[in-house]
């Protein structure tokens, strides 16, 4: 059987992925068995990643301690909270359950009408994309989203663009997804296509070219930055920020 590729932008089989989990939870019968989310990168090109979607939904009680420790924060500094890179909107959602003003945008179309459907209030937004957000006390990445800005020199503009828009009093909370360094120690070695030297930085960084599919739905290939703590905080001071 012949299926013919779909090709649709970057973020979009994420969206349709959260977007279909949701229907299911809403009305099981509806939807039957279907494809996987799966992330692909140039790391190891044959073998993809995939991504359940129950990951994306779940509850404070499922989340790594690291994520936990984050909304803590937000409820202890309290005030208006924004979170960038909301996704299925998890971590908006808690944050409201704990009593806090808290708003969400994501790049993806879809995932901010799904977070619009489980009450978050969201709009789309690309992070280069933010106005004034001086409103804010906290602004939340989580889930590697600064990873999306694509490499080390966009990762210190980024932050220093977040300074720029915030007020003084605003704290910003991010995580990152460290580099699997044996992988891309071996990535970069192998006869076939292996990875630019250019795009790593041993014991700092690595940027790997990534792209998500949906069954025959091919989202397009974007950068993506994985990068160790001391190195994102070494960027964070360079744009201004202090820990």
């Not at 924060?73 to 806090?100: F, K, N, P, T, Y």
């Not at 790049?107 to 106005?131: I, N, T, Y």
């Amino acid at each position: 059987v012949m299926v013919r590729r779909e090709l649709v932008e970057a973020w979009d089989p994420f969206g349709r992925a959260l977007q279909r989990h949701l229907a299911t939870v809403t009305l099981p019968a509806a939807c039957s068995k279907a494809e996987s989310l799966l992330f692909w990168s140039n790391l190891e090109p044959k073998c993809p990643l995939t991504l359940p979607m129950d990951f994306f939904f779940r509850a404070k009680d499922q989340m790594p301690l690291l994520e936990r420790r984050a909304l803590e924060i937000c409820h202890r500094r309290g005030g208006q909270v924004l979170d960038i890179g909301g996704g299925a909107g998890s971590h908006a959602l808690e944050l409201a359950h704990l009593g806090l003003a808290v708003k969400a945008v994501d790049a993806c179309r879809d995932a901010v009408e799904v977070m619009r459907k489980r009450g978050v209030h969201a709009r789309q937004c690309s992070l280069w994309e933010l106005p004034d957000i001086s409103e804010f006390d906290t602004v939340l990445l989580l889930m590697n989203t600064v990873g999306v800005v694509g490499s080390a020199l966009s990762l210190q503009a980024f932050l220093a663009r977040l300074y720029a828009v915030t007020s003084p009093r605003c704290c910003v909370l991010f995580d990152v997804s460290l580099p699997d360094w044996p992988r891309v120690n071996r990535a970069t070695r192998r006869r076939r296509e292996p990875l630019p030297r250019t795009c790593v930085t041993g014991g700092q960084w690595a940027q790997l070219q990534c792209w998500l599919t949906l069954g025959p739905v091919y989202g397009k290939t974007f950068p993506m930055l994985f990068a160790e703590p001391r190195f994102a905080l070494e960027m964070a001071a360079a744009a201004g920020w202090r820990p």
